[in-house]
Nanobody, 121 residues
Framework: EMSIEESGGGSVQAGGSLSLLCTTS????????MSWYRQAPGVECDLVST???????IYSDSVKGRFAISEDRTKTALSLQMDNLLPEDTGMYYC???????????????WGQGTQVTVSS
């Protein structure tokens, strides 16, 4: 059985940092590309970053240069370091898995319960 759990969210002021962690069980990273996406009022899925099977990383323009995605060596966890946070980064952040070779919100097959990030101005 596959499971995904996010942690590390919280409330910070603009300019602050947070580090999100996605721990997984039973998710074969060799078969999935792992992503972080966020939800906010009026936005169902804003794809923030993807870590692809062979180490390629993708970032949305809104977070490029501020966020960094990484995968641990055991291939069971995914991190998202978020620096210089902005109020528009506020949202529920989810870790999600999509089969290798697919990409985008509609391709996610598994995801966790999310962790809330709130950035105040």
């Amino acid at each position: 059985e596959m499971s995904i759990e996010e942690s590390g969210g919280g409330s910070v002021q603009a300019g602050g940092s947070l580090s999100l962690l996605c721990t997984t069980s039973g998710v074969p990273f060799d078969e999935f590309d792992m992503s972080w996406y966020r939800q906010a009022p009026g936005v169902e899925c804003d794809l923030v970053s993807t870590y692809k099977k062979y180490g390629t990383t993708i970032y949305s323009d809104s977070v490029k240069g501020r966020f960094a995605i990484s995968e641990d060596r055991t291939k069971t966890a995914l991190s998202l370091q978020m620096d210089n946070l902005l109020p528009e980064d506020t949202g529920m952040y989810y870790c999600a898995a999509a089969y290798v070779g697919t990409w985008g919100c509609r391709e996610f097959k598994f995801w966790g319960q999310g962790t809330q990030v709130t950035v105040s101005s």
